[in-house]
């Protein structure tokens, strides 16, 4: 199972917004609404931000939305903030009963 | 509250093994299955397997398939994961990751263990 495609990185200024795409294929992304996002700052445990490709869990800001088209999902912040500076990583539920992670994308605020 | 909390670093020897432990409190432990994740240093995250804590059953990345174990003990509410054949390639930090009930993503991490393999 290769891992979901991710750009290296993305910068966005305060205030602006900015959107972190994750490409699978038909078998994962495509087939299955079970994509979620994490958040991962330095030395620190990933933290769930969207789950089932649009939803919040309770406490995440709603400056997060998720989105989904074909076999691409999508992470957008709006109202970027210093403290959105982490990386951050796509997963997805595969067609082999499996779980995989995209490659992660560096967020730096400007 | 919610917590898995994992057992300590490791420092192994290439072809040795490793044991890791992740506790679970605050709900109930054979109800949400569990999933390892690894990142080496400076990498992402990359899928292990998982187990579910109430028949024990698993499943586990092909990648990994013969040289890993996941088991758990329901009387402390624990699972483990066992790495065989260790090499330097396995240096990494491994955390466990709770599935959700309602939502079907890893909503609960554990600290994240350590190992090292170094001759």
């Known amino acids: 199972q290769s891992a979901l495609t991710q750009p290296a990185s993305v910068s966005g200024s305060p205030g602006q917004s900015i959107t972190i795409s994750c490409t699978g294929t038909s078998s994962d992304v495509g087939g299955y609404n079970y994509v979620s996002w994490y958040q991962q700052h330095p030395g620190k445990a990933p933290k769930l931000m969207i789950y089932?490709?649009?939803n919040r869990p309770s406490g995440v800001p709603d400056r997060f939305s998720g989105s989904k088209s074909g076999n691409t999902a999508s992470l957008t912040i709006s109202g970027l903030q210093a403290e959105d500076e982490a990386d951050y990583y796509c997963?997805?539920?595969?067609?082999?009963?499996?779980?995989?992670f995209g490659g992660g994308t560096k967020l730096t605020v400007l | 509250q919610v917590q898995l909390v994992q057992s300590g670093a490791e420092v192994k020897k290439p072809g040795a093994s490793v044991k890791v432990s992740c506790k679970a409190s605050?709900?109930?432990?054979?109800?949400?299955?569990m999933h390892w994740v690894r990142q080496a240093p400076g990498q992402g995250l990359e899928w292990m397997g998982i187990?579910?804590?109430?028949?024990?059953?698993?499943s586990y990345a092909q990648k990994f398939q013969g040289r890993v174990t996941m088991t758990r003990d329901t009387s402390t509410s624990t699972v483990y994961m066992e790495l065989s054949s260790l090499r330097s390639e396995d240096t990494a930090v491994y955390y466990c990751?709770?599935?959700?009930?309602?939502?079907?993503?890893?909503?609960?991490w554990g600290q994240g263990t350590m190992v090292t393999v170094s001759s």
């Open positions: 997963s997805s539920y595969t067609s082999s009963s499996t779980w995989v």
């Open positions: 089932e490709v649009s």
């Open positions: 187990i579910n804590p109430s028949g024990g059953s698993t």
């Open positions: 990751a709770r599935l959700g009930l309602v939502v079907n993503a890893f909503d609960i």
């Open positions: 605050g709900y109930t432990f054979t109800s949400y299955y």
